[in-house]
């Protein structure tokens, strides 16, 4: 059973950093996209930044720059490290693991709230 448990979510100042942390278990994640998603109230959900099994990454035009995702695939993790946070960065973030025959799976989410 493919499991998904984000960490690392909380409120932070605009122009502070978080690290969000994402521990899967259950599979071989080796060849499975990892990535990170997030939904704001009353928005989609929406893609924030992927690493593929390949091992190439992509970004999401609002973060890029700011943000960083990583991962250790001998752990089984997958990490985003986000800088230079705005309010506008304020969302419930999902990890999500894509395998290659196409079953996603979808972590619980973690709040980030970005205010003074």
């Known amino acids: 059973q493919v499991q998904l448990v984000e960490s690392g979510g909380g409120l932070v100042q605009p122009g502070g950093s978080l690290r969000l942390s994402c521990a899967a278990s259950?599979?071989?994640?080796?060849?499975?996209?990892m990535g990170w998603y997030r939904q704001a109230p009353g928005k989609q959900r929406e893609l924030v930044a992927v690493?593929?099994?390949?091992?190439?990454?992509n970004y999401a035009d609002s973060v890029k720059a700011r943000f960083t995702i990583s991962r250790d695939n001998a752990k089984n993790t997958v990490s985003l490290r986000m800088n230079s946070l705005k309010p506008e960065d304020t969302a419930v973030y999902y990890c999500?693991?894509?395998?290659?025959?196409?079953?996603?799976?979808w972590g619980q989410g973690t709040q980030v709230t970005v205010s003074s």
């Open positions: 999500n693991a894509r395998f290659p025959l196409g079953n996603t799976y």
């Open positions: 259950g599979s071989i994640f080796s060849f499975a996209d």
């Open positions: 690493f593929s099994g390949g091992g190439s990454t």
